[in-house]
């Protein structure tokens, strides 16, 4: 079977590189060049951790995903992942029903190693955090951050080296279908490409690209900054680990030195937009609500330069969970999106769960991420992330 798979991403190469394997013909297009600037793959870090609070599919989906990241280290022969743990604080005691304490029950019921601080012994592990300012929380070694950009790149030219074809530079705009049947796409210079089967993962492009499909997606944007610390050693892994500090009250998450810079960013509702919008930037707002942010909590980042924005787009589902199914219409056309700010860390397994789909293979985890057009807005979230209406 021939398969066109749009969007080079992530969630794009991994599927086409699996598809590969078990014997299709595919095709990967992508508007390039690779990896794609805009993409929100295309980062120096993407969080990897099993904490999901009370989801223990996700948990256990994660658990499997470290497992194979530290193989693919192995494969490729480069370091892609980095475990250093992740730190998850609060300033208030965990209770139930909050993401930390039932992160930490599901963790630890999954058989992680978990260690726990009170106050005084955090800020002598961890001294770049506010003496004080949290009182409660956990560490989770089985955890840490991958180089997303050099994920893509190196993923890029496995698919290649396999003989997937790829089209870089090359624009999709619509399907081309009659009769309720995808035959292949159309791309921006009017050149069809015929498949038996097309994937779209084309992340927060989706529902610009298909537009029936934003009933089901929004693409929201989300503020990223690179700082350049004065101190640097208190931000090595081994005292300033990949940590979220109130992060389903804040949003606010972050990660040790890399290439010379500290990386915070935020993980809340995000601004509407599409990725290719003139508002694709980081606002004032954005900016002064990290200085806040900083000096309450991190104060030796308070006044450090920051040396690089972006915004990361996610495109969010009704529920917060991903999107990887066939179309009930049109069956030879698989969505395969809906990251909702957390699905990098799942790229070991995101390609085998798209492929299954498409060959209607059975696999568990589909039924959460069917198509699913009757959960409205706002009904539930992901775990960790914050949402204002629930503060």
């Known amino acids: 079977m021939t398969v066109i798979v749009v969007g080079a991403g992530i969630n794009g190469v991994t599927s086409a590189i699996e598809l590969k394997k078990r014997g299709h013909k595919v095709i990967l297009v992508d508007p390039g060049p690779l990896p794609h600037p805009l993409a929100a793959s295309t980062d120096i870090s993407k969080a990897v951790r099993a904490a999901y609070g009370p989801d223990e599919d996700y948990t256990a989906l994660a658990d499997r995903c470290i497992e194979l990241w530290r193989k693919w280290n192995t494969e490729f022969g480069i370091g892609l992942y980095h475990e250093t743990g992740v730190l998850f604080i609060c300033r208030h005691p965990m209770q139930p029903g909050d993401f930390e304490y039932e992160s930490c029950r599901v963790l630890q019921e999954q058989g992680h190693r978990l260690e726990r601080f009170d106050s005084a012994k955090f800020h002598r592990r ?25 994920v ?4 890029i030219e496995h698919a290649k080296s396999i003989g997937v074809e790829l089209r870089e530079r ?21 050149q069809r490409i015929d498949a038996d089967a097309v994937v779209i993962a084309a992340g927060a492009w989706v529902p610009y690209s298909l537009p029936s499909t934003k009933n089901f997606f929004r693409a929201t944007g989300h503020p990223v ?80 330069p920051i040396v690089f ?23 030879n056309l698989v969505i395969a999106t809906g990251d909702c700010g957390h699905g990098f860390k799942f790229a070991p397994v995101f390609g085998e769960l798209v492929a299954d789909a498409l060959e209607r293979k059975s696999n568990p985890l589909l039924q959460k991420f069917r198509w699913r057009p009757e959960i409205e807005s706002g009904e539930t979230k992901e775990a960790a992330r914050f949402a204002p209406e629930q503060r």
């Open 170 to 190: 090359s624009k999709f705009v619509a399907l081309d279908e009659s009769e309720h049947r995808v035959s292949g796409i159309v791309m921006e210079d009017g």
């Open 225 to 304: 900054f690179h700082l350049k610390p004065d101190e640097p050693d208190l931000f090595l892994p081994e005292r300033f680990p990949f940590f979220g500090a109130d992060i389903s009250k804040t949003g606010y998450y972050g990660f040790p030195l890399n290439q010379g810079v500290v990386k915070i960013a935020n993980h809340g509702p995000g601004r509407e937009m599409s990725p290719d919008s003139v508002e694709r930037v980081v606002t004032a707002k954005d900016e002064n609500d990290l200085r806040e942010f900083l000096r309450s909590t991190i104060p030796a980042l308070a006044e450090a």
């Open 126 to 150: 961890f001294p770049a955090f506010a003496p004080g300012r949290f009182q409660d929380g956990f560490f989770d070694p089985d955890a840490g951050y991958v180089e997303s950009g050099r």
């Open 152 to 155: 893509v790149a190196t993923l």
């Open 309 to 331: 924005t972006r915004v990361c787009m996610y495109c969010d589902t009704n529920d917060g969970d991903f999107w990887i199914a066939p179309d009930p219409e049109r069956p």
